[in-house]
């Protein structure tokens, strides 16, 4: 979700995936050229790859063990190497290795923690591709549900961390979608597992509409159709998300609108529904072909009617994905210079967030009633 910077080796994949609008965008770090190898009988095949580690520090630690735990930790950011086919009837595109997820005002994670959500193969799918404008796609995909689809090698994020939003929208999803695009529009449709719950409950999808070659405006939504016992509140949701993008060749932003109604269902009647909101606008500008610049910003808030992912229910879930609790609110500025030559990169992430109306317990700090964070990561490596 993580959603590192853009290191997209997907952007040749980009126009058949649909979910991708910001692949053709000028910021660094940009990827070189995929190394493509001859395969026999399956022709032509694209490899490349990641390998980045980073350094971090934050004030009013958790208490947690590991990274979250500490003021200052180091943590392997990226290893990471894709295989792919994309030309012809029968595709496939793989993605191997071990990655990490940051995210702002959430507790950090081991890289070893982090890839056990998905895996050390987070992307693997076939895609049968009968014409250039439609395909269907089958096996673990970057969820619909997301603008920033959070492991490293695909994401669109332009900042190391991901914003206060990313911890809602889904990251990789089991399941099979169809894609299909007709001149300026592009529709995508997908029965999936959801938050990677092996309950196949889901139906998203999305719709796109680019006026220009550089601007794009896209809907997502979804919901589970079913219920899903041992995920919790996230996986029983429906989810809705507004956006815009915009690259040139200087400047690259994009903003959405995101909201979700979560629904617990009879195994989790200790918990009250709720509905979250989040805003998010995150811009780039390249100063040169070597160094850019990004900033964002990033605004969340957790309406709920009661008691809702505190205390011992909040074991079930992943860092403060319910927000801070309930009627919280929280902000969050996001700065990012980025620089790369050929292909080596560095890259430093400052943000701060404030939580307001929070919850003693569930903020920050080692008692969870600190309002405010501050983190600094430095991130570098090289792409293949």
Do not use: C
């Amino acid at each position: 979700m993580s959603h590192n910077s853009p290191k997209p080796l997907l952007t040749a994949m980009a126009a058949a995936l649909f979910i991708s609008p910001l692949a053709d965008a000028a910021v660094l770090p940009a990827m070189p050229p995929s190394l493509y190898i001859h395969a026999g009988p399956l022709g032509k095949i694209a490899v490349g790859g990641i390998l980045s580690v980073n350094g971090r520090a934050q004030s009013n630690r958790f208490d947690q063990s590991g990274p979250a735990g500490k003021y200052f930790s180091a943590n392997v950011t990226d290893g990471l190497v894709s295989v792919a086919k994309n030309h012809g009837l029968i595709q496939f595109y793989l993605e191997a290795g071990a990655y990490n997820l940051y995210g702002v005002g959430q507790p950090a994670m081991s890289t070893g923690t982090a890839t056990n959500l998905f895996g050390p193969l987070p992307l693997a799918y076939l895609q049968i591709t009968p014409s250039k404008n439609f395909n269907v796609q089958i096996g673990k995909l970057p969820a619909i549900t997301g603008i920033t689809p959070l492991t490293g090698l695909i994401s669109n994020s332009y900042n190391v961390q991901f914003g206060l939003g990313g911890w809602q929208q889904q990251t990789v999803s089991r399941g099979i979608q169809a894609n299909y695009s007709a001149g300026p529009f592009s529709a995508s449709l997908a029965w999936t597992d959801g938050y990677y719950s092996k309950r196949f409950n889901w139906a998203v999808g999305q719709l796109t509409y680019s006026p220009t070659a550089s601007s794009t405006f896209y809907f997502q939504g979804g919901g589970n159709l079913g219920h899903t016992s041992y995920i919790g509140p996230l996986d029983n949701s429906d989810f809705y998300l507004l956006g815009y993008s915009y690259s040139g060749t200087k400047w690259n932003m994009f903003a959405y609108l995101q909201y979700q109604k979560l629904l617990n269902g009879r195994d989790f009647a200790n918990l009250n529904d709720g509905n979250q909101y989040a805003a998010s606008i995150d811009g780039n500008y390249a100063f040169t072909k070597h160094y850019s610049l990004s900033a964002r910003l990033d605004y969340m808030a957790y309406i709920d009617t009661g008691t809702f992912g505190t205390g011992s229910s909040q074991t079930t879930l992943v860092g403060n994905e319910m927000g801070y609790g309930p009627g919280s609110r929280a902000v969050s500025l996001t700065l990012t210079p980025i620089y790369q030559y050929k292909h080596w990169f560095v890259e430093g992430d400052l943000s701060y967030v404030h939580a307001y109306h929070l919850t003693a317990g569930e903020a920050f700090g080692q008692n969870g009633n600190q309002p405010n964070q501050f983190v600094a990561m430095l991130n570098t490596g090289i792409l293949l």
